[in-house]
């Protein structure tokens, strides 16, 4: 049996420039699931995203999804793409198979938990405070450094890399310390600074979208501190959850994540078209 792609639809061309196009997956012309293809609003045409992957429960097992994922890389290499992204839902472990098997790496994962009514609270002699003018110039140029290196080490390009930092920062940071829905914060110990944070008040929940504890104050819990006060602040804002994105690799973080109750909601794979 030959399993191949069908369009159901014309190629689209979409407003912020990225392209994409539904596929039927046939088994000699019979239809047994979808595929979408897209390009990336983030790195551009060069990167596709792989994404509705979905095989009649009568047709698994029997490879569809597998030809499905290959005929799908070809279209982006036509297309001019040099990567394929494809995030897998936290409980789809055979998509997570299947992936892995194909070649693809996880860069990263998306994780949320849930939170109660009531804050934690930070352990003895930590306390947080608003960052100040003077302490967030050195702190925007060094996160946007260490967000290019970690991109840079999953195989993204420099020139993509500063370009998504530009970005993330103009969106998210408008005003600097002055935006709107944010939060950037100083954690303290017995009085000096040993790590920063910065949380986004999101309609739907609240978001860590940087964290960390200073080198030289590493090992002695001021992580988890940030991660509580991390709660502490969404739950003020009354948010019910709290997610973050946290790199492949990352151990430490993962672990401490995992052991505060953060649950994985999607994996985010990446494979180069050679």
């Avoid at 702190?139 to 500063?162: D, H, L, N, P, T």
């Avoid at 602040?233 to 505060?260: T, W």
Wanted: aromatic letters at 6%; hydrophobic letters at 35%.
């Amino acid at each position: 049996m030959t399993t191949t792609l069908r369009p159901t639809e014309p190629l689209q061309r979409h407003a912020d420039g990225t392209q994409s196009r539904r596929y039927q997956v046939c088994v000699n012309s019979r239809p047994v699931g979808g595929i979408r293809l897209s390009t990336d609003p983030g790195f551009g045409s060069t990167v596709a995203r792989l994404t509705e992957l979905r095989i009649e429960e009568r047709d698994r097992r029997r490879g569809r999804g597998t030809v499905a994922v290959l005929a799908a890389e070809e279209i982006a290499r036509a297309w001019g793409c040099k990567r394929v992204e494809a995030p897998v839902p936290g409980e789809a472990e055979g998509a997570l198979r299947l992936a892995t098997a194909l070649g693809y790496v996880r860069r990263s994962r998306n994780m949320v938990k849930r939170l109660g009514p009531t804050p934690p609270d930070l352990p003895t002699g930590s306390s947080a405070r608003p960052m100040t003018e003077a302490e967030y110039g050195p702190w925007i140029e060094y996160q946007a450094e260490q967000y290019v290196r970690s991109m840079v080490e999953r195989g993204v390009s420099a020139e993509e890399a500063r370009k998504k930092a530009v970005e993330g920062h103009a969106k998210f940071l408008p005003d600097g310390l002055a935006s709107e829905n944010t939060l950037i914060s100083v954690l303290e110990h017995e009085g000096v600074p040993v790590g920063t944070l910065w949380v986004g008040l999101w309609p739907e929940m609240a978001y860590v979208l940087d964290v960390e504890a200073d080198a030289r104050h590493r090992g002695r819990g001021h992580g988890r501190a940030l991660m509580l006060l991390a709660e502490i602040q969404a739950i003020a804002a009354g948010k019910d959850r709290i997610g973050l994105h946290v790199f492949a690799g990352n151990a430490p973080a993962e672990r401490l994540y995992e052991s505060l109750g953060y649950e994985t909601t999607s994996h985010n794979l990446q494979k180069d078209l050679i």
